[in-house]
């Protein structure tokens, strides 16, 4: 598992629009336009988390979508992290319209 610098990891969150950096994770809120959109987006990250067998936290509220990517315990981002965040911006840009 590669492990990333705080300069490599800074350069990768310039270029994922609303992630941000929480300890050693990445986080973000995803807000769709219904409940329905929440339950589909997930189920087509749940197969890249298989693929990359690398599994965030996310909790839903209605339309409102919590992703962290990395333990809270974790003492660095890994290259797999910012892999699944890029994966799941992929999804979010090719099966809904943006409203975040």
């Known amino acids: 598992m590669s492990s990333l610098t ?10 994922l629009q609303g992630w941000a950096l929480d300890g050693n994770s990445l986080v973000k809120t995803y807000e769709f336009a219904s409940f329905a959109d929440v339950i589909a987006f997930t189920t087509r990250v ?3 988390c298989e ?3 690398h599994y965030p936290t996310w909790e839903n509220t209605y339309t409102l979508l919590k992703v962290r990517i990395g333990e809270l315990d974790q ?14 911006e992929m999804a979010r840009g090719v099966v809904f319209d ?3």
């Open 6 to 15: 705080a300069d490599q990891v800074a350069l990768q969150l310039e270029r």
């Open 46 to 48: 749940a197969f890249y």
């Open 51 to 53: 693929e990359l067998e």
């Open 75 to 88: 003492y660095e981002v890994h290259g797999r992290d910012i892999q699944l965040a890029k994966r799941m």
């Open 98 to 100: 943006k409203k975040d």
